[in-house]
Every structure is written in C-alpha cells, then in structure tokens.
C-alpha cells in the first residue's frame, strides 16, 4: 500500500524513531485489501504541534495516523512492566492526556469530515514484544488500549472498513499539518523549560546527547545532558545514564567542578524513557581554544598547569581509600580554563566512579580522544583506566601549551611533564611530585596573570567599569561585532547584588568608536518603557576589553521563542 510520512518535527528520542520505521514498512509491504482503491494511502504525521487555539501552548504528538478507516492518536512508549508497575500514578497520567490529544484532533477533524469515527488514542511499546506481553494483556489503562509492535495493525486500526478516499485523507491531513514545519537538522530546540537548544555531540549519537540552551526569562545559559534510554537494549544503561550526574554530584564543593542546576531525572512527558540534568554552562574556553591566544605567557600557563595538577589530585582523593574516583576522559576538550587562569574539568560521562558496577568499561577510546589517551587504555579498553593513566591524559593535554615555545620557562615545562608520560604506569610520576616541580619553576612569589581578554571572560568574573564593579552571570551572545553579557552589579563593601544588566564589549576600533557614538546618541532619548531597554552608561573611549555601554536588563521572553509552538 501507499505510505507517506510527513516529519512535522524533530524525532524526539530512538523509541519514536523505530516506531515510526516498523508503521512505515509493515504498511508499506501490504497488498491493497478487496474493495480498496489502488490509489488509497496512508499518511502519518509524525512529531506534530497541535492546538486547537492559539491561547494555549500546544501539544506534542508523536504520530497521527489517517488511513482509509479514520484517524489515530498514537503515543510511544519504551515501558516495561516493572517500571509500570511502580510507576502507576504517570502510566494514567499519560493515558489521560492521550485521551485528551485525541479528542482535540477529533473535534478540528470534524470540521471537515463530519461523519468522522471516534478518533482513539493508543500507545505502542516498543520493547521486544515478548518483554511486553503481560502489560498488554493486562488490557486498558483509563480507556486506552496498550499493544506491541507485532500488534501495529490493531494501533492504527487497519481492519476498520473503508471510510474516507484517498483525497479524504490527504484533506484530513492537510487540515492538521503545520503552516510552518520548524525544522532544524537533527536537535531539539525546547525541553524541560529550556529553549534554544544547539547539539554538541555528533548527529548519530543517539544515547547521550549534549545540547547548549538557555532559559527563556533569565536568558541563563546551561548545558543539557540528554539520555534516551530507548535507543540501547543493555540491562544497565539508565546506570550508564546516571553516571555523570553522580560524579558531579560528589563534586560540587570543588570550584573545578561545573555546578549542577538540575538534578538527575526524567524528561517531561518522556518518563521512563528519557532522563536529563542540567549544569550551569560557566562559557569558559576550553584548553585547545585558550591554547591560540598569543597574549597567554608562559609563566601563566606554568601556573594554569599547576592549578589543573592541583585540581586531579583533589578528584582522585575525592574517592573512597579503596576505591579510587578516575576521570577517564582528559582532553583539551573537556578541560577549560577560568578567567582566574583555574580549571574546570568537564565531560565526567566516562567517570569510574566509587562504588560503581561497571558500565561499558571495556569500551575502546574513540579515534577523537586516543591522542591524549594512555597506551594500555588504547590497548584494553576503559576498564584499564587508573590515576595512573589520568596523570598521562593531564601532562599530553598540558603539554600542548608549550609547544614549540623555545623559551627557558616553556623548555622545562615540557621536561616536567614529560616525567607523567611514561609507556609503563608504574614510570610516570606522581601527581605531588608535578605539583612540587612545577612550582619550583614558578618560583617563590609567583604574580597573579592579568585577566584574560574579553573574547575570553566566563561567568564569575568582576569587571570593573566606571568605578564600579560587575560580576558577569552568563555570556548572552557573540557575534563578529562584540559579544553581550549578562552582569549584576555588586557593592564593593558587602558584595550585594545591586541590580541586572546587559553589558556589551565591541572587539574592534574602529567599528567600536562607531557604535561608542551610536549609544551616546541615542541614550537621552530612550526613557524607561516595558519594550525598550534604557542605556544607563556608556564608555568615555573604546578600550578592547572594557564595556563599551551598560543597558538595562528586561525580564521576558522573546517573542521569536514561540514560534512553531503557539
């Protein structure tokens, strides 16, 4: 038979994405049934945004299916039973909403098709069917009917007499589809509150995806750790899943570590199937970027060395005595560096963690982290990974910084951290015995670096601009022009926060005197109005890496947010 299916959005997680190939090609491998019309098809509209006014936020369908018998709303699921089973309360809390989503479509599809069957509601599972069974055969939940994916006939209930043509069908489906199909090449742009979600891990990464957003008011940037357990079979993944949540969490003390804003737990109305957590995105450079900037000396990356050296010690003794905590994923990558020349270690999805039953620990390094990984984990896998093999990872990526730097300070950098990179873990040197000759390099008195330039400012930093002084919250944006922040200002007795700004930085002369005129012209005409943010300072002169002017801070969400979701 005839098949099209029409994407009106994002595949969310695996789960939708098997249910949708196992509809498309059982479908699509039927013979034509006696008294249908050769030209009948079938039209699922997948990841739907529908509403029945504009008033309301809408509501996110997996798939609708309209065929030659009627419509269904169909919701996936990657449930099992014993997840089911504890987990009563939201099993009916879905149906009831499903409920609720077929009873809209059903009343816009009445508008053009008055003699429209009841539109029903049905969630396919899809776990191995024989994993399944005994929650199917448990028959309704609320007045919905749960099946399998043997049972894919019965959810789009395809032995239904004929009711609607071909034409029928395509009108009932232009009725539903999207004016606008918002669609951005393989990531979600909302979740969990957050929007304007940018994926950093590859596209084909289905299990663990890493996203960019920000909040919608606050405009707070924060980076969303993503996992759908439907797209593994393995009986441990939500334990992998948890895994990186549970070594920050131990963490949290430590200023190397990113601070948790979301704690571990299921994606909203994806209970069961995706979890996620959020950490404050600290918009820190990493090492490999930082490691281009020619203004960086090296005695301050001697003294950054030294603080990252510092910073695996406090993790590896972070551990229980007999149960070491190994990082495992030390890259220039997953190491950044602070305005105040410190670490922060990131990408803990690897970590071994106290206490821990291993988690795909034979897993060989990929071909992106095997230049900075220690030959006998390139050899064997994850489960070889000790401290020992966390001191090689930190002196390849340190090392990086001084090469082919000539000068005395950079030699002897290169010669210390040399001693940690040994073929034979029991050769490399400890982390104390690093720390010490690194610090005997620096000297007795070693001088705090200057801060860094703007292009390189992350949150926590104080800016200091027409005698007072600003703690930057988050970075709002950069573009060629300059870059925009989110700042409060603090009193510099108490530290009280004093009030929210914008903050802009314009990184070239020229066009920053242009846009310096720009704002003194325009400040006394802009007075205090709901839709337009007053200019409060602006600078005398540009200067590279000072605020060019200091505007008001509005709280609200853009409007361009909701577009595709109202």
Known sequence: MKVRVIPCGDVVNNSEAMAIDRLKGQLGNLATPPG????????????????????FQSDDIDIVVIGPPGVRVVEVKHWFVGWCDANRNLVEQEADKLTNKARKIGTTLRRVAADLPRVDGTILLTRQPSKVRKLVERGQVRGVSLFSLNQWKEVIGFEGPRIFSSSQVRSLAKSLGPKIAVRLEGSLRRLAGYVNLEQQTPKDERFHRIYRGSHPTRRDKVILHLYDLSATDEAKAEARARREAEALQRLQLYPWAPRILDSFQDAPGYAGEMSFFTIVDPA???????????????????????????????LHNAGDADDALVHRNLTPHTILVRYDNTPIFTGFDRTRIPSDISVASSNLPDDNTEAWTAPEVVAQGLSAADQRSDIYSLCICLSGLFAGQTDAVSTAAIEILAAGQDSKPDERCKLAELERSLSKLLGDSVAPPPAPPARFWTEDQIVRFHGRDYRIVSRLGSGGIGTTFKVVELDRTSQEELGTYVAKIVHDGD????????????????????????????AREWQENEFVSLLGWIDGTPLSEFTGVF
């Open 36 to 55: 249908w019309d050769s030209d009948d098809e079938w039209i699922l509209l997948t990841n739907l945004a529908f509403s029945v006014t504009h008033q």
């Open 284 to 314: 820190a450079p990493t090492l490999k970027v930082r490691n281009g900037d020619k203004e960086w000396s090296p005695s301050a990356r001697v003294l950054f060395a030294r603080e990252a050296v510092r910073a695996l010690s406090e």
């Open 511 to 538: 066009t920053g005197r242009r846009v310096l005129k720009s704002y003194s012209l325009a400040r006394s005409h802009l007075g205090r109005q709901d839709g337009l943010s007053p200019i409060f300072e602006v």
